[in-house]
T-cell receptor
Framework: EAGVVQSPRYKIIEKKQPVAFWCNPISGHNTLYWYRQNLGQGPELLIRYENEEAVDDSQLPKDRFSAERLKGVDSTLKIQPAELGDSAVYLC????????????????FGPGTRLTVL | GENVEQHPSTLSVQEGDSAVIKCTYSDSASNYFPWYKQELGKRPQLIID?????GEKKDQRIAVTLNKTAKHFSLHITETQPEDSAVYFCAASGGNTGFQKLVFGTGTRLLVSP
């Protein structure tokens, strides 16, 4: 079974430019998360989807960040325009009862996209 | 909302020694506590988790203990090996934040020297 897939793995842009990240969760996983991980910190939730519905986006900076999961499968996170402080690793994770993990609660993470804003 | 604190931020041990990482949480209604291991440049991976209805759980060389009264939980790694070197994150969920929302600690960098 393939894990969570993210692309690109690395992205370097200049400030004020737009950027987009893509995530394909594990097949059958209804719940999808986007996290931001700053250097030396733990992941911080940006948004959670249940199928195509964003059920928790309270920590998403909506003035410049947007996300979508139109068909309830893969998802895109966008930043427009990017700022210097957006440099971080953006992690996608998914969760589902059919995961075969240690329990119903396990979140499986993708490899992340490392964003550098110059 | 939930707040998770993790200590120490760095931990250096000799191979074969034990390592203990401690976390405290603020929301008494939290009921799920996973631990993730993240090697340099790689994704976080779940290594062990515990629900609030048990006080301890073991899986080979790793164990997690939970004290609900004190609102703290700990990761114990015995007979450490160099490949245990990584950053470890604790997390908590449940209660007012909802069962599916994880709040992570700031991480502990474990270095196991041969």
């Amino acid at each position: 079974e393939a894990g969570v897939v993210q692309s690109p793995r690395y992205k370097i842009i200049e400030k004020k430019q737009p950027v987009a990240f893509w995530c394909n969760p594990i097949s059958g996983h209804n719940t999808l998360y986007w996290y931001r991980q700053n250097l030396g910190q733990g992941p911080e939730l940006l948004i959670r989807y249940e199928n195509e519905e964003a059920v928790d986006d309270s920590q998403l900076p909506k003035d410049r960040f947007s996300a979508e999961r139109l068909k309830g499968v893969d998802s895109t996170l966008k930043i427009q325009p990017a700022e210097l402080g957006d440099s971080a690793v953006y992690l996608c994770a998914s969760r589902g009862p059919s995961a075969g993990g240690r329990g119903l609660n396990e979140q499986f993470f993708g490899p992340g996209t490392r964003l550098t804003v110059l | 909302g939930e707040n998770v604190e993790q200590h120490p931020s760095t931990l250096s041990v000799q191979e074969g020694d034990s390592a203990v990482i401690k976390c405290t949480y603020s929301d008494s209604a939290s009921n799920y506590f996973p631990w993730y291991k993240q090697e340099l440049g790689k994704r976080p991976q779940l290594i062990i988790d515990i629900r609030s209805n048990v006080g301890e759980k073991k899986d080979q060389r790793i164990a997690v203990t939970l004290n609900k009264t004190a609102k703290h939980f700990s990761l114990h790694i015995t007979e450490t090996q160099p490949e245990d070197s990584a950053v470890y994150f604790c997390a908590a969920s449940g209660g007012n934040t909802g069962f599916q929302k994880l709040v992570f600690g700031t991480g502990t960098r474990l270095l196991v020297s041969p």
